[in-house]
């Protein structure tokens, strides 16, 4: 039997300078407002200040995180590259030749790593797309151009699952299994549940289920530089690059808080410097606020949030 790894809990929220009061104010207005929020977590100084549930989703309740799995997926391009096997340059045609027609086309040949983790692909995937059918691979890489990679940003989830392609050819394993020793069994993270493809390979920009306390282990690895609980777990310079400013959002998406630029699937915060966040529809959160050396996670139903989600996958 596995030894659980649990976050430490902090004898008193005030002990870690939170404000007990506050975070019940917040979850009061959240009840009064009808909001549907399904659980939070509050971490400072790597101790969990507060944490709540809403009834049926208790602690031990996977919860579905829906974006949030993006960052997981950009998670294990980041091991992979660490390990050699590609690059951020690394074009997609030179792995999966067989994307190419018969006539040339400069755009397939220019689309990198780094451009689908930015949503900067080009590509326009209809949200339409039968994910029913085994044909993802095909209906994506027969979607229309609607910029050249590297240029717009465009908030595509399939981006995310030519990417869990790219990790299944070169690595020749499957994102689950890759993740399971490098992130899963040092963070304690029993084994997700990852929706797949018919032909096996993970969906990549949604369909991740995690505890509340499995993304807040997550989230607190990439606060501390890849670290958790003293040990390098993701590679530091990852860490680093994936939560920079890497692209500008501020024409694409209509939320203010996803108007200030997009990393390796990470969001950036508005209205408070160093501050990330791995973000899913209905308000599933990971939030780092290095400055504070704080967290915050959430998850919930609610539907007012909008972080441009405009895929099937959300």
């Not at 002990?15 to 407002?33: L, P, R, T, W, Y």
């Not at 100084?45 to 997981?72: D, L, N, Q």
């Not at 095909?138 to 609607?146: E, G, L, Q, T």
């Amino acid at each position: 039997v596995k030894e659980k790894i649990s976050i430490e809990r902090a004898k008193t929220a005030e002990s870690v300078g939170v404000s007990s009061k506050e975070v019940q104010n917040f979850i009061d207005h959240c009840m009064e407002a009808n909001k549907e929020l399904h659980s939070i977590m509050v971490i400072r100084h790597g101790k969990v200040a507060c944490e709540a549930y809403r009834e049926p989703f208790g602690p031990e309740y996977k919860h579905m995180m829906y974006s949030v799995s993006k960052s997981f997926t950009s998670t294990a391009i980041g091991f992979a590259i660490d390990e050699g096997y590609i690059s951020l340059d690394t074009k997609f045609a030179d792995i999966f030749p067989e994307a190419r027609g018969d006539k040339p086309d400069a755009y397939l040949e220019k689309m990198s790593v780094e451009d689908l983790l930015t949503m900067r692909s080009g590509l326009s995937v209809t949200p339409m797309m039968d994910k029913r059918k085994d044909r993802w691979f095909k209906d994506i890489m027969s979607s229309s151009w609607i910029s050249e990679p590297g240029t717009e940003f465009l908030y595509i989830s399939e981006n995310m699952y030519l990417l869990c392609c790219i990790i299944h050819k070169v690595v020749g394993m499957s994102v689950m299994k890759y993740l399971e020793p490098r992130l899963f069994e040092p963070l304690g993270i029993e084994e997700p549940f990852w929706e797949t493809c018919p032909r096996g390979i993970e969906a990549g920009g949604w369909g991740m289920m995690i505890k509340t306390e499995d993304l807040a282990k997550f989230t607190l690895c990439y606060l501390n530089g890849g670290k958790f609980n003293g040990k390098q777990v993701i590679p530091e310079w990852w860490v680093e690059e994936a939560t920079k400013y890497h692209a500008d959002t501020a024409k694409s998406s209509k939320d203010f808080d996803s108007k200030v630029g997009y990393g390796y699937c990470f969001w950036m915060n508005a209205g408070c410097e160093n501050s990330y966040r791995a973000d899913g529809m209905f308000c599933q959160f990971g939030m780092v606020f290095k400055d504070y050396d704080a967290v915050f996670v959430m998850t919930g139903g609610e539907i007012s949030h909008n972080t441009s989600d405009n895929s099937s996958g959300a």
